[in-house]
């Protein structure tokens, strides 16, 4: 055995160990004690370093409304606001910005620090500091001060989040550089989830098949080589995006226009969003709040709601960095119960190289190319936005807004509605590119990129509404030259269906907007059922052709249709792949259709095998679960869940999830081959009408408090359940009406 196996060896033995004793210090971790909203709010620093009082009004779901007299003090105030609630989620999240996994983990987390390291996330945070408007400035340096004063507290009483005890760690105060380097992970590009799969898939190919494959993928060619095919679709549909709508004032019943929003990200404890309401002199505002950032991202204002969308910005570019002039920096990455690790960070002048990390990995040198990478001022496009009265300002607050690249919605108090692509974007050419890894000689388009304001935006349609699913924009070009907006967009059965249901003559108010949310219902899928067993022949015997003939497209938990449908996709998906070729590839978010037409260009003789041997694989299913909630679950699980032999103890609540990849009610899963849980989808709801401050609803996908033990952990995943809403008033008269009351002293 050669020497750098052995060290091999001996590196994953001692990691797989750090990490069975982390697993078993948490295992043994006592669990907090429950508090009640009042026990919780005891522990928020009454003192803090304001210019004067400031009055916090607090529902029995612990979401606060804050009165200021002034908006330093406001920002103050959120600071506190969040740290109180999401303390140990923001730590994690500055963890993972700066890549320091391992001081937390062990060992196993080395790569993953590596990888995130190579991203460089802070990479432009020192210029965009220094770019900072003033006011901007002051508003972040003002919501750190308020973060500071919970954790100088926190440490002082030895209040701190019980995560912090449970690993072994401190908390440290937060820096300008730490929230914006934070924000920039929070912005990442969601094409890298696509690129990482196509890499695998590119590699695995002979040149020729790739190069048929690759159009393909990007819609602008004839189906590709069955074996490719296979691969690709393995994704049913998307893993990450939102739905966003808004009407008009001549489309709703009350005469005002309405919005409704509910984001798609990743399922755990805590939420990724807390809800709060505000009012100050220069800010008036309610909704969802990213943890740890000081802006309303989905919410209203008296005289505008907005909401956004992920729009697959092709806001990156992977290069061929081979034969150009690399660069090396050594950083040292702290583990926890393991020797110091020092790894090479290289870049190339086209970026850095993310290929030596686990997360793009490639045999060649790879460099990273990410408007990212460059200042931008989302924090202060967003502040615009809070304080905009009509659609005019709206669209000037989003002109330095860069990433994520978003579809954002806005409906006013004047009845009108609009939507605008935010994001900057290289000039690339009209063309489809040649492949996924580009020549260096493409990084002439990124020398001039368009930002926002060169970017459509439509106002006002006939039809009275609006609405984004992550669909490709019209034509999915800027006019300026025929730029890409973007190349992998989610598939079109969400957006249809949202159209469907905001259509028609009826005029809407916010229980219907409601209900749409809470869709279940895929109309294209018994179309590609007809087809699958049209294919058959005959009349297919068995309960699962049963099952499917019955079905109307609907993924309700008691749905056996969807339970076949979906199961025999992914039986399909399989049998169409060499052996050992899969490994759970996820290409494109088009996937499904891909499949379709995969199957649609094969002969009988080889698709009627592999037809009849999936409705099987499905009719045992069938016998086995019943109905899609039996395999198709809902688990909420604190984010520790994650490590290994702690999901038991992590969890807070199980059962059987509506929905699917393509649903409204979005609760994205793998391939169902087997029981599974939602790893992503619908993560929290909002909706606003216009014509009345207070008719605002809001609900989280578990609740406000990260704290565990808090009596608001988890007490709004039943209302998520049921489809019940939370109201959420921007009248400070409504709010001073909630149960609970703080007054903040300067000190």
């Given at each position: 055995?050669?020497?750098?196996?052995?060290?091999?060896?001996?590196?994953?033995?001692?990691?797989?160990?750090?990490?069975?004793?982390?697993?078993?210090?948490?295992?043994?971790?006592?669990?907090?004690?429950?508090?009640?909203?009042?026990?919780?709010?005891?522990?928020?620093?009454?003192?803090?370093?304001?210019?004067?009082?400031?009055?916090?009004?607090w529902?029995?779901?612990?979401?606060?409304?804050?009165?200021?007299?002034?908006?330093?003090?406001?920002?103050?105030?959120?600071?506190?606001?969040?740290?109180?609630?999401?303390?140990?989620?923001?730590?994690?999240?500055?963890?993972?910005?700066?890549?320091?996994?391992?001081?937390?983990?062990?060992?196993?987390?080395?790569?993953?620090?590596?990888?995130?390291?190579?991203?460089?996330?802070?990479?432009?945070?020192?210029?965009?500091?220094?770019?900072?408007?003033?006011a901007?400035?002051?508003?972040?340096?003002?919501?750190?001060?308020?973060?500071n004063?919970?954790?100088?507290?926190?440490?002082?009483e030895?209040?701190?989040?019980?995560?912090?005890?449970?690993?072994?760690?401190?908390?440290?105060?937060?820096?300008?550089?730490?929230?914006?380097?934070a924000?920039?992970?929070?912005?990442?590009?969601?094409?890298?989830?696509?690129?990482?799969?196509?890499?695998?898939?590119?590699?695995?190919?002979?040149?020729?098949?790739?190069?048929?494959?690759?159009?393909?993928?990007?819609?602008?060619?004839?189906?590709?080589?069955?074996?490719?095919m296979?691969?690709?679709?393995?994704?049913?549909?998307?893993?990450?995006g939102?739905?966003?709508?808004?009407?008009?004032?001549?489309?709703?019943?009350?005469?005002?226009?309405?919005?409704?929003?509910?984001?798609h990200?990743?399922?755990?404890?805590?939420?990724?969003?807390?809800?709060?309401?505000?009012?100050?002199?220069?800010?008036?505002?309610?909704?969802?709040?990213?943890?740890?950032?000081?802006?309303?991202?989905?919410?209203?204002?008296?005289?505008?709601?907005?909401?956004?969308?992920?729009?697959?910005?092709?806001?990156?570019?992977?290069?061929?960095?081979?034969?150009?002039p690399?660069?090396?920096?050594?950083?040292?990455?702290?583990?926890?119960?393991g020797?110091?690790?020092?790894?090479?960070?290289?870049?190339?002048?086209?970026?850095?190289?993310?290929?030596?990390?686990?997360?793009?990995?490639?045999?060649?040198?790879?460099?990273?190319?990410?408007?990212?990478?460059?200042?931008?001022?989302?924090?202060?496009?967003?502040?615009?936005?809070?304080?905009?009265?009509?659609?005019?300002?709206?669209?000037?607050?989003?002109?330095?807004?860069a990433?994520?690249?978003?579809?954002?919605?806005?409906?006013?108090?004047?009845?009108?509605i609009?939507?605008?692509?935010?994001?900057?974007?290289?000039?690339?050419?009209?063309?489809?590119?040649?492949?996924?890894?580009?020549?260096?000689?493409?990084?002439?388009?990124?020398?001039?990129?368009?930002g926002?304001?060169?970017?459509?935006?439509?106002?006002?349609?006939?039809?009275?509404?609006?609405?984004?699913?992550?669909?490709?924009?019209?034509?999915?070009?800027?006019?300026?030259?025929?730029?890409?907006?973007?190349?992998?967009?989610?598939?079109?059965?969400?957006?249809?269906?949202?159209?469907?249901?905001?259509?028609?003559?009826?005029?809407?108010?916010?229980?219907?907007?409601?209900?749409?949310?809470?869709?279940?219902?895929?109309?294209?899928?018994?179309?590609?059922?007809?087809?699958?067993?049209?294919?058959?022949?005959?009349?297919?015997?068995?309960?699962?052709?049963?099952?499917?003939?019955?079905?109307?497209?609907?993924y309700?938990?008691?749905s056996a249709?969807?339970?076949?449908?979906?199961?025999?996709?992914?039986?399909?998906?399989?049998?169409?792949?060499?052996?050992?070729?899969?490994?759970?590839?996820?290409?494109?978010?088009?996937?499904?259709?891909?499949?379709?037409?995969?199957?649609?260009?094969?002969?009988?003789?080889?698709?009627?095998?592999?037809?009849?041997?999936?409705?099987?694989?499905?009719?045992?299913?069938?016998?086995?679960?019943?109905?899609?909630?039996?395999?198709?679950?809902?688990?909420?699980?604190?984010?520790?869940?994650?490590?290994?032999?702690?999901?038991?103890?992590?969890?807070?609540?199980?059962?059987?999830?509506?929905?699917?990849?393509d649903?409204?009610?979005?609760?994205?899963?793998?391939?169902?081959?087997?029981?599974?849980?939602v790893s992503?989808?619908?993560?929290?709801?909002?909706?606003?009408?216009?014509?009345?401050?207070?008719?605002?609803?809001v609900?989280?996908?578990?609740?406000?408090?990260?704290?565990?033990?808090?009596?608001?952990?988890?007490?709004?995943?039943?209302?998520?359940?049921?489809?019940?809403?939370?109201?959420?008033?921007?009248?400070?008269?409504?709010?001073?009406?909630?149960?609970?009351?703080?007054?903040l002293?300067?000190?």
């Amino acid at each position: 055995m050669t020497t750098e196996r052995l060290d091999g060896l001996r590196a994953r033995a001692g990691g797989a160990a750090a990490a069975l004793r982390l697993a078993l210090r948490l295992l043994r971790a006592p669990r907090p004690p429950e508090q009640d909203v009042a026990a919780r709010l005891a522990a928020l620093p009454r003192r803090l370093p304001l210019a004067a009082p400031v009055t916090i009004h607090w529902d029995a779901h612990q979401i606060p409304f804050i009165e200021a007299a002034c908006d330093d003090d406001l920002a103050v105030a959120l600071g506190a606001v969040h740290a109180h609630l999401r303390l140990a989620q923001m730590e994690m999240l500055r963890r993972l910005s700066q890549g320091r996994v391992a001081e937390l983990i062990g060992p196993a987390g080395i790569a993953l620090d590596h990888a995130l390291r190579l991203f460089g996330f802070g990479r432009a945070v020192p210029a965009i500091i220094a770019g900072l408007a003033p006011a901007t400035r002051a508003w972040a340096e003002g919501f750190l001060r308020g973060v500071n004063a919970v954790i100088g507290q926190g440490r002082l009483e030895g209040r701190l989040p019980p995560e912090f005890a449970w690993l072994g760690i401190g908390a440290a105060h937060w820096t300008l550089a730490d929230l914006f380097t934070a924000a920039r992970l929070a912005g990442a590009d969601v094409n890298w989830i696509v690129w990482a799969r196509l890499l695998r898939t590119r590699a695995a190919l002979a040149p020729e098949a790739w190069q048929t494959l690759w159009p393909r993928l990007l819609g602008s060619a004839d189906p590709p080589v069955p074996e490719a095919m296979a691969e690709v679709a393995m994704a049913a549909s998307a893993r990450h995006g939102s739905n966003a709508a808004v009407l008009a004032a001549a489309r709703s019943r009350s005469g005002g226009a309405l919005l409704a929003a509910d984001p798609h990200l990743s399922v755990a404890l805590p939420n990724i969003w807390l809800a709060a309401a505000f009012r100050a002199p220069g800010y008036h505002c309610c909704g969802l709040m990213p943890a740890g950032f000081p802006i309303v991202a989905i919410g209203r204002n008296p005289h505008l709601a907005w909401a956004g969308t992920s729009l697959h910005a092709a806001a990156s570019d992977l290069f061929d960095a081979a034969g150009l002039p690399l660069s090396e920096q050594r950083e040292v990455i702290g583990v926890r119960g393991g020797a110091d690790r020092t790894v090479t960070l290289r870049t190339s002048p086209l970026g850095p190289i993310v290929s030596d990390g686990m997360v793009l990995r490639h045999p060649h040198p790879l460099a990273l190319a990410w408007i990212g990478h460059r200042p931008s001022d989302e924090m202060g496009a967003m502040l615009g936005v809070m304080r905009a009265t009509d659609g005019a300002q709206f669209r000037a607050a989003l002109a330095g807004f860069a990433v994520p690249g978003q579809n954002m919605l806005h409906a006013g108090s004047d009845g009108r509605i609009g939507h605008l692509l935010a994001a900057t974007l290289p000039r690339r050419p009209p063309a489809p590119p040649a492949d996924l890894i580009a020549p260096p000689d493409a990084a002439a388009a990124w020398h001039d990129p368009l930002g926002t304001p060169a970017l459509p935006h439509w106002t006002d349609p006939p039809c009275g509404f609006l609405a984004s699913a992550n669909d490709r924009p019209p034509d999915g070009r800027v006019p300026d030259g025929g730029v890409p907006v973007g190349f992998f967009f989610a598939a079109g059965e969400r957006v249809t269906r949202l159209r469907t249901l905001l259509g028609g003559a009826n005029r809407l108010g916010l229980d219907d907007l409601a209900a749409v949310q809470q869709d279940v219902v895929v109309p294209g899928a018994p179309a590609l059922r007809d087809a699958l067993l049209a294919r058959i022949g005959g009349t297919a015997p068995g309960r699962a052709a049963a099952a499917l003939r019955a079905w109307q497209g609907d993924y309700a938990p008691g749905s056996a249709g969807a339970l076949a449908f979906e199961v025999m996709l992914a039986d399909l998906a399989t049998r169409l792949a060499r052996r050992g070729r899969l490994r759970g590839v996820e290409a494109v978010w088009t996937g499904r259709a891909l499949l379709a037409g995969e199957l649609a260009a094969m002969p009988d003789d080889d698709a009627l095998p592999l037809l009849r041997a999936a409705l099987r694989r499905a009719g045992r299913a069938l016998r086995r679960h019943g109905a899609w909630g039996r395999m198709h679950r809902m688990r909420l699980t604190h984010h520790l869940g994650l490590l290994p032999l702690l999901r038991r103890r992590f969890t807070s609540a199980e059962w059987a999830a509506p929905g699917g990849n393509d649903t409204l009610n979005k609760t994205g899963h793998p391939p169902a081959r087997r029981r599974h849980t939602v790893s992503y989808g619908a993560s929290a709801r909002f909706l606003a009408d216009l014509a009345d401050r207070d008719a605002n609803r809001v609900v989280l996908l578990g609740g406000q408090d990260g704290w565990p033990g808090s009596s608001t952990f988890l007490d709004q995943a039943t209302l998520w359940g049921a489809g019940e809403y939370v109201p959420l008033p921007l009248r400070p008269e409504t709010a001073r009406g909630w149960p609970h009351h703080l007054t903040l002293t300067p000190g």
